[in-house]
């Protein structure tokens, strides 16, 4: 289906921004700064948006804090991937209820992915009576605009439109770290995973321009940022919807042209799409970090069929073999689910062949969890729940041994590794990051934080390898 990608005029954006002005002059006749709170679930899409939320409330004279009694506004941005996420949010939001009670003029709002399911919008219409606004990524854009009716007249808001979506560039943005810097390059999702939520509250994929990108690249490296990951649920299909024909390997090109001493990562690639150009171009680009996240989700064929993900392990394997001819050292993670709807034992024990044969560096493993709405939740799901747990208790032992051997290997090397943080933990103060992204606590002083410092390895464990500069 032929699709152009809708974008949000400027004068569409600049108005929410004249909103932000006449909120800002509300703010400034209060006797204190006021303060929001900004609380973020999910992945780094979420992050992102959550850093454009507090671009605007920072132009409405907002200040930050992460304590809701201090709060005027607090803003929840939601995760509908799992139940254990939703149930999360709705419990903190229970809580909520107190804390109004005692900050009457405090103003709740729930956006994100949970935010654009009618069934929690309804639930929360009803039973959240203390939640003021609830809207949808698809009209994050308007947020000023909401807050501003908030403000001005009384009720409720309630603004989920169902949407393929649409971008708009122009809002302005705070980071929260100095270091490290999301990039999101398209939204959206069209593979329509049987048990997946992102295409129903995330809408279709769309791409934003190169030029806006590499903008927003250029400002960052010129900020001083070190690590640059750029996002998308299927990186692999940008460029699709562009006027002018591109493709995600063409844009990495042109984003390791960006000159200056950084790193490129992305997040997330659909086996489905990532293709030999693009492992070529990875190869190549120096500044891509030697670093891929490529979700198998299930090592059985029959199962990746009824899960909509259209290829086979062998085709999966076969591009992980093509990928190490190029990049031998290329560091391997991936998302599995188990416990999928008539997924047998026999076929969970596929998902483990595959670890054995890849050995990955580190697995994201989840349970199945039903969705409102998406069809695997209609299909007969006979394993019981412990049944369940002892294949996912299986897998994970087994990944922990490979992470704990792949760590071990690292001892006694030396790697060149940004510092991107403090540990919080005394004997290693720092935080690093090796070039395929595996975590270093480091010995050192946190003036090297933000830079790029040799490092050698001196321990390891199943979770994090341990290092002292060299
Ligand atoms: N777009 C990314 C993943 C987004 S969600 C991709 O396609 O790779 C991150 C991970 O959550 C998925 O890879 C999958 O492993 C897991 N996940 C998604 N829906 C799930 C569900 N209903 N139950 C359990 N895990 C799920
Ligand atoms: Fe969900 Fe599949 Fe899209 Fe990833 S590719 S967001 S798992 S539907
Ligand atoms: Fe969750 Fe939405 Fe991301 S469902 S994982 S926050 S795209």
């Known amino acids: ?70 709060a005027q506004i607090i803003v929840l941005n939601t995760c509908a991937i799992r139940e254990h996420a939703e149930q999360r949010v709705l419990g903190n939001l229970g809580a909520l209820v107190h804390v109004k009670r005692r900050h009457p003029d405090q103003i709740i709002c729930v956006c994100g992915c949970m935010a654009q399911e009618q069934h929690v919008a309804d639930k929360i219409r009803q039973s959240f009576r203390h939640v003021d606004l609830v809207f949808g990524p698809h009209v994050l854009w308007k947020f000023p605009e909401f807050i501003h009716t908030l403000l001005t007249s009384r009720g409720r808001i309630f603004q989920i439109p169902d949407e393929a979506g649409s971008i708009a560039e122009g809002i302005p943005v705070v980071r929260q770290d100095k270091v490290k810097a999301w990039v999101s390059i398209m939204y959206g999702c069209n593979n329509f995973c049987s048990y997946c939520i992102v295409p129903y509250v995330r809408g279709r994929e769309r791409s934003r321009k190169p030029e806006d990108i590499l903008n927003e690249v250029r400002e ?60 070529e171009t990875m190869a190549r680009c120096e500044k891509v970090a030697p670093v891929l996240h490529l979700p198998f989700q299930a090592g059985n064929d029959r199962v990746l069929k009824v899960m909509n993900r259209k290829h086979t392990i062998e085709q999966y394997l076969d591009k992980i073999r093509a990928l190490r001819a190029l990049i031998p050292d290329i560091v391997l993670t991936s998302d599995v689910i188990v416990g999928f709807p008539g997924e047998t034992t026999p076929e969970f024990e596929d998902t483990l062949k ?9 697995l994201f493993t989840f349970i199945y969890s039903p969705r409102v709405g998406t069809p695997a939740a209609k299909m007969d799901d006979p394993m019981s729940r412990e049944e ?23 001892i006694g090397k030396t790697m060149r590794c940004l510092v991107d943080g403090e ?36 321990d390891a464990n199943k979770w994090s390898l341990f290092g002292e500069m060299a």
């Open 1 to 70: 289906m032929e699709r152009t990608t809708t974008t949000i005029p400027q004068a569409d954006i600049d108005r929410q921004l004249s909103f932000c002005r006449e909120i800002a002059a509300l703010s400034a006749a209060r006797p204190e700064q006021p303060l929001a709170f900004v609380d973020t679930y999910g992945c780094q899409q979420n992050e992102a948006d959550s850093e454009r939320i507090r671009g605007y409330l920072s132009q409405m004279g907002y200040g930050f804090t992460d304590q809701e009694e201090e």
């Open 220 to 279: 960052l490296v010129a900020e001083g940022y070190k690590d640059i990951t750029l996002l998308g649920q299927n990186v692999n299909s940008y460029g699709k919807d562009l006027e002018e024909p591109m493709d995600f390997a063409g844009l990495l090109e042109q984003v390791n042209a960006v000159p200056g001493d950084f790193l490129i990562r992305f997040m997330t690639s659909h086996p489905k799409d990532a293709t030999q150009k693009l492992f």
């Open 354 to 362: 595959v670890l054995e044969e890849v050995r990955f560096d580190a």
């Open 388 to 410: 369940k747990l002892q294949n996912f208790n299986r897998l994970v032992a087994l990944q922990d041994s490979i992470s704990e051997e792949k760590h071990a290997a690292y």
């Open 423 to 458: 540990s919080g933990d005394s004997r290693y103060p720092l935080s690093a990051r090796t070039p395929g992204n595996r975590l270093v606590r480091l010995t050192g002083d946190p003036a090297v934080i933000g830079q790029f410092v040799q490092v050698k390895i001196t």
